[in-house]
C-alpha cells in the first residue's frame, strides 16, 4: 500500500455503524487505504470480519490484544495514519476525546496522531443537544478537531429529530478537504 493516503476509520456503537460500511467502501474504492479500529461496544452491532472483507485489512479492536509482531500498534496506527475518520462516533466516545481519556484503542490512537481528525456524529436528537455533549465539540472543535454535523432523520427512537449520521458524501467531502 505504499503511496496509498491512509486512513484510519474509528467506529463506535451507533445504530448508524451499517452506514460505515459504505464509508470503507467508498474511501477504498477512492483509492484510499482505509483501516479501521473498532470499539469493543462496537462488536456487539456488527462483527469485525465485515469490516476486513470491505476494506482488504486487519480490523483493529482491542488495546490489550496481542500485537502482531512488536509494535506498539496505537502508535503505529497513529504514525500510519493521514487522516482519522470516526464514523459513527457516539456522545461516549466524544466525551473520552474530550476529556483526554485513553481507555481503548480508538481513544489513544486519537490522543497519538499528528493527523487531522475529523468526527462524525451520530445519536439521539436529545443526547446530542445536550449541553455536555454541546461543551464537548465546542472544546474538540477549539482544538482543531472537525466534525461533520449530524443530519434530521428517523432516529432508532422512532421519532424525527437531529442526530443521523451525516450523509456519505458529505463525509467523504469533509475527508478529502481535511487530507
Known amino acids: 500500500m505504499a503511496g496509498k493516503i491512509n ?16 464509508v470503507v467502501r467508498r474511501l477504498g474504492g477512492q ?12 462488536e456487539e452491532l456488527i462483527k469485525p ?14 488495546l490489550f490484544n ?3 509482531g512488536w509494535e506498539v500498534e496505537h502508535i503505529s496506527l497513529a ?23 485513553c481507555d481503548d484503542l480508538l481513544t489513544c490512537v486519537v490522543c497519538a496522531t499528528k493527523a487531522a481528525v475529523v468526527i462524525c456524529p451520530a445519536m439521539n436528537e436529545n443526547m446530542y443537544q445536550n449541553k455536555i455533549t454541546q461543551g464537548n465539540i465546542k472544546k474538540l472543535k477549539s482544538l482543531g478537531y472537525k466534525f ?32
Open 148 to 179: 461533520v454535523e449530524p443530519i434530521r432523520g428517523m432516529l432508532v427512537c422512532g421519532k424525527v429529530g437531529r442526530g443521523c449520521l451525516a450523509d456519505i458524501e458529505t463525509i467523504l467531502k469533509e475527508v478529502k478537504k481535511n487530507l
Open 7 to 22: 486512513i484510519i476509520l474509528g467506529v463506535t456503537a451507533s445504530i448508524a455503524i451499517y452506514k460505515a460500511c459504505e
Open 79 to 101: 504514525q500510519k495514519a493521514d487522516l482519522v475518520l470516526i464514523a459513527p462516533a457516539t456522545a461516549n466516545i466524544i466525551a473520552k476525546i474530550a476529556g483526554g481519556i
Open 66 to 68: 496481542e500485537p502482531h
Open 49 to 62: 470480519i465485515v469490516f476486513q472483507s470491505l476494506s482488504g485489512n486487519k480490523v483493529y479492536r482491542g
Open 31 to 42: 483509492g484510499f487505504g482505509v483501516t479501521v479500529v473498532m470499539t469493543a461496544e462496537a
